[in-house]
């Protein structure tokens, strides 16, 4: 085939004058065949190396948006971080300085204000949880945690995602019933 190809070159050179042998022509495809492997070489080499810069920064960005929108972590310690709210990742979170039997009555009568029925509610002396569906049908789960002898842990989850809004208004509700609790229920 190759051979067939150069004849007919061979030919047209010898009819049109010009000066060719047969050796150059060989020399000229193989150096036209041999330069174009080293252009789709380079090509290929400088797109995969974009590849790479794309997915290292694709990475970076990835890691440090998990970085920057992890939320802000309140860490409470001790009695004097009672009353400590924070909204983290969905779920408001607060530190009360009363046992975990005011607190509950409190998110009971917190819920019945609301109108809101529980559906499931179970408590024992380390934790407690009440779980109720609102208007649109959305999961509401208030968690309760011994955290010490006269502190409780409170979380208050509304549906999958959170809703800052509805749980500051459970949350103040309840506020509101732990202060409005006789002294002799109250831990001093």
């Known amino acids: 085939m190759y051979e067939a190809k150069w004849v007919q070159e061979t030919e047209y050179i010898r009819s049109t004058g010009a000066i060719m042998t047969i050796e150059k022509l060989k020399m000229l495809y193989r150096n036209m065949i041999c330069s174009g492997w080293f252009i789709v070489e380079v090509f290929q080499r400088i797109r995969r190396a974009k590849m790479l810069k794309s997915q290292i920064l694709l990475i970076a960005t990835l890691v440090g948006s998990m970085l920057l929108l992890q939320g802000c972590v309140v860490a409470a310690v001790g009695l004097g971080a009672a009353g400590t709210i924070a909204y983290v990742r969905g779920d408001l979170q607060a530190v009360e300085s009363e046992s975990i039997d ?20 179970s408590k024992d002396a380390l934790g407690a949880e009440i779980v109720t569906y609102d208007a649109q049908d959305k999961k509401i789960t208030i968690r309760l945690k011994s955290a010490a002898e006269k502190t409780t842990e409170l979380s208050i989850r509304i549906g999958v995602f959170g809703s800052e809004t509805k749980s500051r208004l459970i949350y103040q509700k309840i506020r509101d019933n732990i202060q409005k609790q006789p002294e002799h229920t109250r831990v001093p």
Not at 108 to 113: I, N, P, T
């Open 102 to 121: 005011v607190v509950y009555e409190a998110s009971l009568k917190a819920l019945k204000e609301l109108e809101l029925l529980p559906t499931r509610k």
